[in-house]
Each structure stands twice: as C-alpha cells, then as structure tokens.
C-alpha cells in the first residue's frame, strides 16, 4: 500500500490554511526551490479526473488504490492542483505512477509569483470536485490537513515548512549480505574435507591389499611352456594358454 508522498522535491510552504484566500480550507502555496518553476511529482499512484481550464488549470487527482495516512487513515484520496501555466499534456483518464512528472508551478489564474496551490481531499473524486465555502473560497470537498494527508522524506529538502510537521517516512536500506568465505578458505576446506582422516590413514584400503599380494604371487611366478595347438598333455591345454609353474 503507498503512502502519499509530498509533491514537490523542495519544500517551501508560502500560503498555509486558514490564511487569506485559503480560510474555510486546508490549501497551501507550494513555491518550490525559488522563484523559477519546479515540477511537482505524484503523490500516489493515480489518475486525473477532472481539468478545470476556465480558472487556474486545475486539476484533480484522484489514487487508484486506498492509501495510507500520516494520521493512520486508510482510504482514497484526491488532490487538487492549480496555477500550472500548460495543461495540454494532461487529459481525464491520463494514469500517472508515484513519483512521476504530474503538475508544474505556475502563475495561471490568480497567483502572486510562481507557485502550485495544493488541496488534500479525503476519499475519491466526486461531483465538481469542490464547492463554495462560507468565505467565498471554492475548496475541494472533504478536505483534509495536509500534513495529516503527505509524508516525507529524505529526498525532499525543507526549506520552509511554514512551521508545519510533516511525518517522515525513513528510506530504508538494503539489508548487506553475509560475506562470502575467501577463495583461499574454500580451497583449504575442500582439502580437508578431501583429505583422509587418521583413521583412514592407518587402514588401508583391503583392495589394495589383495591387489599387493597378487603382485608378489606373480613375481614368484615363471614361465614353462606356452600351447602352440589343441593336444594330448600331462595337462590338456587350450590354444593360446600359457602353463606356469610356481617356485
């Protein structure tokens, strides 16, 4: 299951909720590392629901999966996006992969310098996707703290959090494998598990025994005379043996 990860890979908070023309709402201005325009990633894995061209370029972002909340929350979410200055190479259905290119800063709209306003709604996408607060502020329906909605980590540099703890998610490392035994310690214990024991040592094998006696027998051994052809002997021989005569 993925937890949401921050946007943007600087955090540069200049707008909080609850300020100016985010009361009603938990929206937050996203600046990013300075005055330029810097990408903003997706948080989850998702899909775009709605573009809302006719304003600031907004979009909707909605997590095809439940995902899980700082706050411990498991559920869909959907964030909403706006100020991006081109929005032609996003369209509804356009499924977009964690950490993937999804949005740009921008000044579309209402916007004082480049920035992307942020908006965390909990569960999925529906109906217009906002509505009009009592402040006359449109806000995303079921909106929702952002810091109870975003992780970070070590890959996002805090510049400015606007005095906002976010909880972090610590990049874990790859467990390091046992090393393996010198090549000089696997040859040394094949060799003694090659190697007879002492008891094999002071027993020798009772093949090679027989195979000692026979060759003393041998040497003992001389010969008399070979068969030439098929005969009345002493001994009756066959063509090709040969008659010995131990001493």
């Given at each position: 299951m993925e937890k949401p990860i921050y946007p943007s890979k600087y955090m540069r908070i200049t707008q909080g909720f609850g300020e100016g023309s985010h009361m009603g709402g938990f929206a937050i201005d996203e600046a990013g590392k300075d005055t330029g325009i810097d990408d903003l990633f997706a948080p989850f894995t998702g899909m775009i629901k709605k573009i809302y061209q006719s304003d600031a370029n907004e979009i909707w972002f909605e997590s095809l999966e439940p995902v899980e909340y700082p706050d411990g929350t498991i559920d869909y979410m959907n964030i909403l996006m706006a100020h991006d200055n081109d929005v032609t190479d996003l369209y509804i259905g356009k499924v977009i992969k964690q950490g993937e290119k999804l949005y740009q800063e921008g000044t579309k709209g209402i916007a004082t310098g480049a920035h992307c306003h942020m908006e965390c709604g909990l569960g999925k996408f529906s109906g217009s996707g906002w509505y009009k607060?009592?402040?006359?502020?449109?806000?995303?329906?079921?909106?929702?703290?952002?810091?109870?909605?975003?992780?970070?980590?070590?890959?996002?540099?805090?510049?400015?959090?606007?005095?906002?703890?976010?909880?972090?998610?610590?990049?874990?490392?790859?467990?390091?494998?046992?090393?393996?035994?010198?090549?000089?310690?696997?040859?040394?214990?094949?060799?003694?598990?090659?190697?007879?024991?002492?008891?094999?040592?002071?027993?020798?094998?009772?093949?090679?025994?027989?195979?000692?006696?026979?060759?003393?027998?041998?040497?003992?051994?001389?010969l008399i005379f070979s068969c030439e052809k098929d005969d009345l002997y002493a001994i009756r021989l066959k063509k090709g043996q040969d008659l010995y005569l131990k001493k």
């Open positions: 607060n009592s402040y006359g502020n449109w806000v995303i329906k079921n909106g929702k703290n952002p810091t109870e909605c975003l992780w970070i980590n070590d890959e996002i540099t805090i510049i400015d959090s606007h005095g906002y703890n976010f909880k972090k998610i610590e990049i874990q490392q790859q467990e390091e494998k046992e090393p393996e035994p010198p090549i000089e310690e696997e040859k040394k214990e094949e060799q003694e598990e090659n190697s007879p024991t002492k008891e094999e040592e002071k027993t020798p094998d009772k093949s090679e025994e027989e195979k000692e006696n026979n060759e003393e027998e041998e040497k003992d051994i001389k």
